[in-house]
């Protein structure tokens, strides 16, 4: 099990990403396209759009392919720069999708208040 946790306004988010998913994903998703930095912000515009829903819908399979694209990159990616082990947090720091940061889950300390 994979996990992708996004902390935005306040609140956390676990986009957790069953192991047969993430196999479907790496098994189905051009190489080419799991690395391009569009498709990333791509995933993590999806994934906002859930914590500004404040968690009033049930996570999908769009979040689910979502999480996936932002847990790969950062794992599997070729560039030593975009590299981060292990489970990923995208820590929205302003609250409006303005600045976006992305760390490994260990390295950001985090009042655990679930959405979802």
Partial sequence: MRTVS???GGH???FRIPDER???FTTHV???VRFDTDQLEKAQR???AFMRSNGARAVGPGETVAAC???NFFNNNPDPDHVIEGDVVIVDLDGDGGTIEYAAVGD???KRESVN
């Fill in 6 to 8: 996004y902390y935005y």
């Fill in 12 to 14: 956390v988010a676990d």
């Fill in 22 to 24: 993430f196999t479907e």
């Fill in 30 to 32: 051009n190489p080419e």
């Fill in 46 to 48: 999806l994934l906002e």
């Fill in 69 to 71: 694209f932002v847990w």
């Fill in 108 to 110: 950001v300390p985090m």
